[in-house]
């Protein structure tokens, strides 16, 4: 029996911050990525990204999340996350309409994802365009599903 290669996968930073707080099916893509059912990818700029959102006062205020929680979080994803290269702005074969939402794209293409996971419209929309090559844009709902059927 061939064994499936693990996956490569960008998660935005949105979802990423949703699964600190332990909301739904971001929760459930992080604990997958915990259990070693992919490999996470970031570059440089989207981990510093993910640190600045989580260092926010209202993230603990609001969610009731401990610094350590927080922190804690972090390290495992320096520690245990592939960091990877982007590719540089100008090379993207397609922007999206939100150029905040680029950084996840060049991350994705850089790391030559199999998925870029994300609730964002903006990124969804852009699925199956063919100047993405393999990548694959999806919900973590539709990622989770992919993860189940590929056991």
Known sequence: MKKLKKPKVVVDTNLIVSALIRRGSPHKVLQAWSLNYFYLLVTQNLFAEIKMVLGRDWVRNKYGVEQKEIDNFIELIRLNAKFVAPIKIRDMPVHVRDVKDDMVL??????????????????????????????????PKTFLELLKNSK
Do not use: H, P, Q
């Open 106 to 139: 060049v991350c994705a293409l850089g790391g030559e994802a199999d998925y870029l996971v994300t609730g964002d419209r903006d990124l969804l929309e852009l699925n199956d365009n063919f100047l993405l090559g393999n990548l694959k844009i999806v919900s």
